[in-house]
């Protein structure tokens, strides 16, 4: 598949959130407002495309050479939680700036199954390094679409009148499945359209 | 017996804690795989459990999740092991699911929360108590779902009795919603079970 090809779908077609159900617990826990949702949304997509780059070359040079895949899912997570420790103290140390604004929502990643998720992802789909790297990026910038687009739902809903029983977390799975609905606009014949 | 019956209605992880989504939605199109899934969570949730509540006084604090997510991915490896020996269409369509049991916020969450403050025979209860609740949460959505969306409910088949393991709903069945089987129907049953379950709660407290 093209570089293109790849950022449509995991932009809009296969959406990590809305059509394949990964990263749903910031979905629901992080989108209250605006300014944390574009936090969230940054600091998983440079950690997805990061992980999605490093888990690519532990499998293809480090396991397969040692005919270990079955550790697989072990050395995944411990690569990811790691990573993200160091991203952690990299971006503390060079700019505090930017870890005011990720810090508190970097630790939360390594529990997202979106990383690990588009990580097993492009081992199963057979991608080369670059297919990879892409498909992270994409993944996370689908995610911080869908993020941002739940957020500002939200914000909206603030002003308006639910009923009580929906109030908080009820509406927002609704306010999300319409969303969904919407996004399945986007489909196959959609890709085959743009790029043949 | 409290920690065992817990996690069924007050401390539901799905529908009270809000923990472990993305499984509960995706696997949940038929209802085999929503016990599939349960039954694999329950596994890795009560080995995690046992192990972690036996080795809480050895693992230092200060790497107490590191080491908490290695026991849980390597159950989650022998899980997904076995269920690719014995279970293989079960597994081929929960598919990635299956590993990514490791980052299910229930597993990592009862360690924290549970097992490492208690004992082994509180943790096993607290954890059977969780993954029953877990269990028959995804039982229920996949029941909605598959009904409304496909009109049938599969259940393993039975060979000795002729069950071919698909029960069909008459009326349904001609006619089926095919929005609820997919992502947007998930979400929406999610959020009117998550709002009527408000409102029993709501209706207990007055």
Same mark, same amino acid.
């Given at each position: 598949?093209?570089?293109?090809?790849?950022?449509?779908?995991?932009?809009?077609?296969?959406?990590?959130?809305?059509?394949?159900?990964?990263?749903?617990?910031?979905?629901?826990?992080?989108? !209250?407002?605006?300014?944390?949702?574009?936090?969230?949304?940054?600091?998983?997509?440079?950690?997805?495309?990061?992980?999605?780059?490093?888990?690519?070359?532990?499998?293809?040079?480090?396991?397969?050479?040692?005919?270990?895949?079955?550790?697989?899912?072990?050395?995944?997570?411990?690569?990811?939680?790691?990573?993200?420790?160091?991203?952690?103290?990299?971006?503390?140390?060079?700019?505090?700036?930017?870890? !005011?604004?990720?810090?508190?929502? =970097?630790?939360?990643?390594?529990?997202?199954?979106?990383?690990?998720?588009?990580?097993?992802?492009? +081992?199963? #789909?057979?991608?080369?390094?670059?297919?990879?790297?892409?498909?992270?990026? %994409?993944?996370?910038?689908?995610?911080?679409?869908?993020?941002?687009?739940?957020?500002?739902?939200?914000?909206?809903?603030?002003? /308006?009148?639910?009923?009580?029983?929906? !109030?908080?977390?009820?509406?927002?799975?609704?306010?999300?499945?319409?969303?969904?609905?919407?996004?399945?606009?986007?489909? !196959?014949?959609?890709?085959?359209?743009?790029?043949? | 017996?409290?920690?065992?019956?817990?996690?069924?209605?007050?401390?539901?992880?799905?529908?009270?804690?809000?923990?472990?989504?993305?499984?509960?939605?995706?696997?949940?199109?038929?209802?085999?795989?929503?016990?599939?899934?349960?039954?694999?969570?329950?596994?890795?949730?009560?080995?995690?459990?046992?192990?972690?509540?036996?080795?809480?006084?050895?693992?230092?604090?200060?790497?107490? +999740?590191?080491?908490?997510?290695?026991?849980?991915?390597?159950?989650?490896?022998?899980?997904?092991?076995?269920?690719?020996?014995?279970?293989?269409?079960?597994?081929?369509?929960?598919?990635?699911?299956?590993?990514?049991?490791?980052?299910?916020?229930?597993?990592?969450?009862?360690? /924290?929360?549970?097992?490492?403050?208690?004992?082994?025979?509180? %943790?096993?209860?607290?954890?059977?108590?969780?993954?029953? *609740?877990?269990?028959?949460?995804?039982?229920?959505?996949? =029941?909605?779902?598959?009904?409304?969306?496909?009109?049938?409910?599969?259940?393993?088949?039975?060979?000795?009795?002729?069950?071919?393991? /698909?029960?069909? +709903?008459?009326?349904?069945?001609?006619?089926?919603?095919?929005?609820?089987?997919?992502?947007?129907?998930?979400?929406?049953?999610? *959020?009117?079970?998550?709002?009527?379950?408000?409102?029993?709660? #709501?209706?207990?407290?007055?």
């Amino acid at each position: 598949m093209t570089y293109i090809g790849i950022l449509i779908t995991y932009v809009f077609i296969s959406n990590l959130i809305l059509s394949q159900f990964l990263g749903l617990c910031p979905f629901i826990g992080v989108s !209250k407002d605006l300014e944390s949702a574009t936090g969230m949304g940054f600091a998983v997509t440079f950690v997805m495309t990061i992980a999605s780059l490093v888990t690519w070359m532990v499998y293809h040079w480090v396991l397969i050479p040692l005919h270990v895949e079955y550790l697989q899912t072990v050395t995944f997570i411990l690569t990811i939680a790691s990573l993200v420790q160091l991203v952690e103290m990299i971006v503390q140390k060079y700019s505090p700036a930017l870890y !005011k604004a990720l810090g508190i929502y =970097l630790p939360l990643i390594t529990t997202n199954c979106g990383v690990l998720g588009i990580a097993l992802i492009n +081992i199963n #789909e057979g991608y080369n390094l670059m297919e990879g790297f892409m498909a992270g990026l %994409s993944a996370g910038l689908g995610f911080m679409l869908a993020l941002i687009l739940m957020s500002s739902i939200r914000v909206q809903m603030r002003t /308006e009148r639910v009923p009580r029983a929906f !109030k908080g977390i009820p509406i927002a799975f609704i306010s999300g499945g319409l969303m969904a609905l919407a996004f399945m606009a986007f489909d !196959k014949a959609l890709l085959t359209n743009l790029i043949g | 017996m409290k920690e065992l019956t817990k996690g069924i209605y007050r401390e539901n992880p799905i529908f009270v804690l809000v923990l472990g989504l993305c499984p509960s939605l995706a696997v949940t199109t038929q209802v085999v795989n929503g016990i599939g899934m349960g039954v694999g969570t329950m596994f890795v949730l009560i080995c995690s459990n046992i192990m972690i509540s036996l080795l809480k006084n050895v693992i230092p604090n200060e790497i107490h +999740i590191p080491a908490y997510i290695v026991v849980i991915a390597s159950f989650v490896t022998i899980l997904d092991l076995l269920m690719q020996a014995y279970v293989p269409a079960l597994s081929a369509s929960l598919g990635v699911f299956v590993q990514l049991i490791v980052v299910n916020c229930i597993i990592l969450g009862r360690a /924290e929360a549970y097992a490492s403050s208690h004992g082994v025979w509180d %943790s096993i209860k607290d954890a059977i108590g969780m993954g029953i *609740g877990f269990t028959l949460s995804l039982v229920l959505i996949a =029941l909605i779902r598959e009904s409304l969306g496909a009109g049938t409910i599969t259940l393993f088949p039975i060979e000795s009795l002729g069950f071919s393991g /698909e029960i069909s +709903i008459p009326g349904l069945v001609d006619a089926p919603a095919r929005v609820m089987t997919l992502s947007a129907g998930a979400l929406l049953v999610m *959020g009117y079970l998550k709002a009527a379950i408000n409102r029993v709660n #709501e209706r207990k407290g007055r």
